[in-house]
């Protein structure tokens, strides 16, 4: 059993790497399989995935920082993005993220937190980003205009309430960019939707 101090220790070496580190990086400051299979059995840490263990003890917004170290090429988009424009009151059971589609899929392998990807053309990534804060962390996220155009593209596939809320929560938003909405529906093809389920309420 640890005592306070070898806990504390631990706690600051986790502190200098946003609390996620990797199996190189724990050996890197001379912890090995042993010492991890401690950490585990004690539930200082957890296992995210092959290779990556995120200290549980103290990290307020823990999941983001996790996304935001696994995933440092992803924009949250989605029921994401609609939760934190407030268009849908429903807070996601999964992370989406938007990551180019020629990433590896063993990449987005993991058990905790629970996400959802959308593989993007590399061209179409960055269209719309912009930056957020969850839970005290920036992240990575789409405005409100490339957001309400996924949805679009995505309509098929979505609960009929929260996208209908959504779309309703966008056309009543006083920070809804007109301009920017026709521009990014050009740019993923769904001009017509656009025309046919948000320009009758403009």
């Known amino acids: 059993m640890l005592d306070l101090n070898a806990i504390s220790a631990l706690r600051n070496i986790f502190s200098d790497y946003q609390y996620i580190m990797t199996t190189a990086e724990l050996q ?4 090995y399989y042993a010492d991890i299979q ?5 539930g ?3 296992k995210i995935k092959r290779g990556y263990y995120h200290w549980v003890e103290d990290t307020i917004g823990s999941e983001v920082l996790i996304i935001n170290r696994l995933f440092p090429d992803a924009v949250l988009c989605m029921e994401t993005a609609l ?3 407030r268009y849908s009151d429903r807070n996601p059971a999964q992370w989406n993220l938007a990551l180019n589609k020629n990433v590896s899929k063993e ?3 993991m058990d905790y937190p629970f996400i959802r990807v959308y593989r993007m053309e590399p061209s179409l990534l960055p269209l719309g980003e912009t930056t957020g804060e969850i839970d005290f962390t920036k992240v990575r996220i789409y405005d409100r205009d490339r957001t309400i155009c996924d949805v679009l593209r995505n309509m098929n596939k979505m609960d009929k309430e929260v996208f209908n809320k959504a779309i309703q929560g966008y056309v009543n ?6 301009p920017n909405l026709m521009r990014y529906a050009k740019e993923l093809r769904v001009q017509k939707r656009v025309r046919e389920l948000i320009g009758v309420w403009l």
Not at 38 to 42: Q, R, S
Not at 173 to 178: L, R
């Open 83 to 85: 939760f934190y424009y």
């Open 38 to 42: 401690l950490m585990l059995k004690e």
């Open 107 to 109: 990449r987005t392998k």
């Open 173 to 178: 938003d006083t920070k809804k960019n007109i």
């Open 44 to 46: 200082l840490i957890e």
């Open 28 to 31: 890197a400051e001379k912890l």
